[in-house]
């Protein structure tokens, strides 16, 4: 697969600090792939996604976006326009009293063609699901539609990765649950290349990758089955196992026989239930 | 002495105008001294407005609202000091620090209740002991600190006016999961050393499940369910309905009934979870 992002020895440390907050990380980011991102507050995981679109540029080493260096200004109009980046808080990322006005604000700015801006505008509320409440005040939207919202003023820009910071800290579980569909949708469905911030475990089970960073290193990278498999390293880094991996480990620690590592509350219950028949058949 | 009784309480925002909304109707509630109770439902449900009319931030607009028996808004003095008694965290509280010092923002609630200077001192400490903020940060500004530290000066600030019921509107929201263990912990040994009524409004049914004595559900403006965990989490299909989540443990066990599994109605921890998965599969090797 063709990587998209790639980190080569990234180094950062904010003005005022002395503790290098990013310590040489090396990573590329795959086209297409889900990326989750994992970490206790404060162990470089928003630090490392301000680099993606050069909010933040590296101290040292370098970040390339589809081979375009960030440090390089000539490039970073360029950078932004193909990383999408949402934050947490979505009263902070609406700018328009209508929400189509604040899905056509991307676009307008980058001189598109009003004819085009519509189709934009209507393609990607659509996609969040959005598209019945064009004409409705941001304001007065739930935190998780707000959210959908800002996720399709990125898409309407049409960047390739979309890079997401905690989107779901301040929701309901309803609001993420929406807001986690629509990222999904927009990875498998539409083929965007999706960074994910989360503290939330259950919901980067279907992710491709997981990066867990701690102290701005990157100190687990694997698929979600092997790392949260890993209950040792989860406590360490203060994260928790999500209940269907911690569950599959006590049984087996009981002497049952569960092979695989299904993270799905369905996947789960169905390899129990059919061990537990079989193991009744036996006897 | 902290009990709070709603009788009948009700709430429209906006009364008169076309955007007349009732948020809360007809609530009934009696939450005796000392008791954890956890609320939950989703956004819009009446959560936010039920507890701001616990310390009078809001006035019913029929009903009333007892603390130990007395109409918290019999007159403008009662519903001055009910503000001492009962303490309310708003969500994100963080952003609400203002002081040059983290000991002035710890001591600010306390320096309006006519106290010492002694007395106001003994309490900021009391209460940064409690949440786990160092006496070494008493002279930094509060901005400056990370979003976990500001949070705990925050909920400090509250409990430095020795509240005999704390309410906490979802103190651990955006925390990870170490953060938001440590917060509940600094909340409990809060509770247990005062004897603190506590009431927390909670999106994340697991914390819930874990620490709740009572669970309060609301749904659209009224109760939905009322009970322990157990009465609560028992009836994990009707949350279902609701529209809530349910503890993981609890989703599991949904699941596993429907394979057939027999599970007790009552499981809903990781614990409760684990042991009746073993009995039902020792009762079928033998």
């Known amino acids: 697969m063709e990587p998209v992002i790639v980190f080569d020895n990234v180094h950062y440390t904010y003005p005022a600090d002395e503790k290098e907050s990013l310590c040489g990380v090396s990573l590329s980011i795959e086209k297409g792939s889900f990326v989750a991102v994992l970490g206790h507050n404060g162990s470089g995981k928003s630090t490392f996604a301000k680099h993606m679109n050069g ?42 009293n209508v929400v189509e006005d604040d899905v056509a604000f991307a676009p307008e700015n980058l001189g598109v063609e ?60 309803q609001g993420r649950r929406e807001v986690v569909d629509t990222v999904f949708s927009l990875c498998r469905e539409k083929g965007m290349t999706v960074v994910y911030i989360t503290h939330h475990m259950d919901e980067c089970i279907d992710a491709d990758r997981l990066i867990v960073m701690s102290n701005g290193c990157v100190m687990a990278d694997g698929k979600p089955a092997d790392i949260f498999a890993n209950a040792e390293l989860l406590r360490r880094e203060g994260l928790e196992q999500p209940e269907t991996a911690r569950l599959l480990q006590d049984l087996r620690a009981s002497g049952m026989r569960l092979e695989g590592e299904p993270l799905s509350v369905e996947d789960c219950a169905e390899l129990i239930a059919q061990v537990l028949q079989s193991e009744r058949s036996r006897s | 002495m902290a009990e709070i009784i709603t009788d009948k309480l009700c709430h429209v925002y906006s009364k008169d105008t076309p955007f007349e909304k009732t948020a809360i109707r007809d609530i009934s509630l009696t939450i005796p001294q000392g008791q954890l109770a956890a609320l939950i439902g989703h956004t819009g449900s009446g959560k936010s407005t039920f507890i701001q009319h616990l310390n009078a931030l809001l006035q019913p607009t029929t009903g009333r609202v007892l603390l130990d028996g007395e109409d918290i808004n019999r007159d403008k003095y009662a519903r001055r000091d009910v503000k001492w008694k009962v303490g309310l965290v708003f969500q994100y509280p963080e952003y609400q620090l203002f002081e040059e010092t983290v000991y002035r923002d710890i001591a600010f609630g306390p ?37 976990g530290q500001k949070r705990r ?78 009465e609560v989490f028992s009836r994990s299909q009707k949350l279902v309905e609701i529209g809530l989540n349910v503890p993981k443990a609890a989703e599991l066990a949904l699941a596993l009934r429907r394979r057939n599994i027999p599970l007790p109605e009552s499981v809903f921890t990781h614990e409760q979870l684990l042991d009746a998965l073993l009995k039902a599969r020792e009762g079928k090797a033998c």
């Open chain 1, 55 to 96: 909010i933040l540029v590296p101290d040292e080493g370098r970040v390339l976006v589809e081979g375009l260096d960030t440090s390089d200004e000539e490039h970073i109009i360029d950078v932004r326009r193909r990383v999408g980046m949402v934050f947490q808080n979505p009263d902070n990322q609406l700018v328009a």
């Open chain 2, 111 to 147: 320096s309006n209740m006519k106290l010492s200077k002694d007395e106001i001192d003994e309490r900021v400490r009391e209460a940064a002991a409690f949440t786990g903020v160092d006496e070494a940060l008493f002279e930094r500004s509060p901005l400056e600190l990370s979003g």
């Open chain 1, 114 to 173: 009003p004819k085009e801006i519509r189709e934009r505008v209507d393609a990607a509320l659509r996609q969040v699901g959005m598209y019945d409440y064009r004409m409705h005040a941001p304001h007065l939207l739930s935190g998780g539609q707000k959210q959908r919202v800002a996720i399709a003023g990125v898409i309407a820009m049409q960047p390739d990765i979309i890079v997401l910071d905690e989107p779901t800290a301040m929701l309901d579980p």
């Open chain 2, 153 to 230: 000066i925050a909920i400090a600030g509250v409990i430095a006016m020795r509240p005999e019921v704390l309410i906490l509107d979802e103190p651990t929201a955006g925390l990870d999961p170490a953060g938001r263990t440590q917060i509940l912990d600094n909340i409990f040994r809060y509770r247990e050393k005062s004897g603190a009524t506590v009431l927390i409004v909670s999106h994340s049914m697991d914390d819930v499940a874990r620490f709740a004595e009572r669970i309060i559900v609301f749904d659209d403006g009224g109760i939905a369910m009322d009970g322990t965990p157990d």
